[in-house]
């Protein structure tokens, strides 16, 4: 057991455990945001972020959390009546839904079974449906069951029937973590937030934008000011890179170091490294005698893994367990709140702190008497 002073091993889908260069990169004496100094950084992690989105167009910061940037995608994008379809396979799916509706947008909700991966024949079948919609937002990865969607099928079947719907990803668990291919899987908008796979402090998230969607912000008539995607594009492209107001400098600044190490071990490596982990994680939930939450799915996510407690056991117990023996898990999301809990592995963690994870996990249900 660790004492109670010891930090905990956080095995949780964001934040994520912050490596010591990163954490050191961002402690250092303030800079000034409108300083050369603070421009090279910014190009730094702008440069460095196109191969982890997989594009050549300029990625852009925006001073918000997750959600944020996504709302943010509805407000650029989209007006007041236009229809949108929102493939709603968990909870972050249904988030998508929910942020559009707020603003006045008439929401399609299609592929509404979270223990399925999206269905492109639902896709199809929605945008035949509705000739209006012109938009799919969808999940790369959602953190609420571990689903992993086939964003490329995806693009490409909406490709094949309208080429002028947006297609609009929620990569927010995934991009750092798993291979993402905006460009050449044609997509049109990507997030990421620095507290997951970037192994960064919470606080800033970061966009891409095809072509489509930069044309679709001049025809968007809903209000954006903080987040107007344009005036973010207008700054970075300054020769010395600049954001709109205060950008959080220590979390850019950890940004740049986080992402000068995923380059250093390479990032196929970083992908490797997760798919391992995910495999190592649903193969010792089997071991123990524990089912997946939703088994069935054709495609994993490879930064967490949802496991079903065992029947007659609260997920809670488990967690209780798990933290004392210094791991922290996170709760199960929406309807498997009490019936699920799950394991984050993204970002800087790597396979030992799987296996202590597994290890803790063994030792709760052993102490739980959950028989085998
Ligand atoms: C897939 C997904 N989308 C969006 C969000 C919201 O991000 P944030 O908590 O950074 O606002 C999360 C957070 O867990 C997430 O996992």
Redesign the pocket.
């Known amino acids: 057991m660790t004492s109670a002073a010891a930090p905990l091993l956080l095995m949780t ?2 934040p994520t455990r912050v490596p010591e260069r990163v954490l050191r990169a961002g402690a250092r004496p303030m800079i000034h945001h409108r300083t050369r100094e603070f421009s090279a950084e910014l190009a730094t992690v702008v440069e460095l972020l196109k191969p982890v989105f997989g594009t050549e167009a300029p990625v852009l910061p925006v001073h918000t ?4 940037a ?1 709302e943010a995608a509805i407000c650029n994008f989209l007006s007041i009546g236009d229809e949108i379809a929102v493939c709603c396979n968990g909870k ?1 799916g249904e ?1 998508w839904a929910g942020f559009a509706e707020s603003y006045g947008i008439i929401v399609h909700r299609i592929c509404t079974d979270w223990t399925r991966e999206v269905d492109v024949m639902d896709v199809a079948r929605a945008l035949e449906t509705h000739p209006k919609i012109c938009a799919v937002a969808l ?1 790369y ?3 609420s069951t571990g689903v992993s969607n086939d964003i490329a099928t995806v693009a490409r079947t909406i490709r094949a029937v309208r080429p002028d719907v947006l297609v609009l990803v ?1 990569g ?3 991009i750092g973590g798993m291979p993402f291919a905006f460009d050449s899987w044609g997509v049109d908008f990507a997030a990421t ?1 620095s ?2 796979c970037l192994m960064s402090s ?1 606080g800033l ?1 970061f966009v891409a934008l095809s072509d489509r969607a930069w044309t679709a912000t001049s025809r968007a008539k809903l209000p954006r000011n903080y987040w107007d995607f344009a005036a973010i594009q207008k700054e970075i492209s300054k020769e010395c890179p600049e954001t709109p107001g205060t950008p959080p400098v220590d979390i850019v600044l950890q940004i740049a170091e986080a992402l000068r190490l995923m380059h250093e071990e390479g990032l196929e490596r970083v992908y490797q490294r997760h798919a391992q982990m995910a495999e190592r994680a649903r193969n010792g939930a089997a071991e123990l005698g524990l089912a997946l939450q939703c088994p069935n799915f054709g495609s994993f996510s490879t930064t967490l893994t949802a496991i079903a407690a065992p029947a007659g056991v609260a997920p809670k117990e488990l967690r209780n367990g798990m933290r004392v023996r210094g791991v922290l898990t996170a709760g199960g999301l929406g309807k498997y709140a009490d019936t699920s809990f799950r394991i984050g592995h993204m970002g800087d963690i790597r396979m030992a702190d799987v296996d202590r994870t597994l290890v803790a996990l063994a030792e709760t249900l052993a102490e739980l008497r959950v028989a085998r």
């Open positions: 889908p964001g959390t997750g959600r944020g996504l972050f988030m999940t990865s959602d953190t929620d927010v668990s995934s937030a507290q997951k919470p998230s």
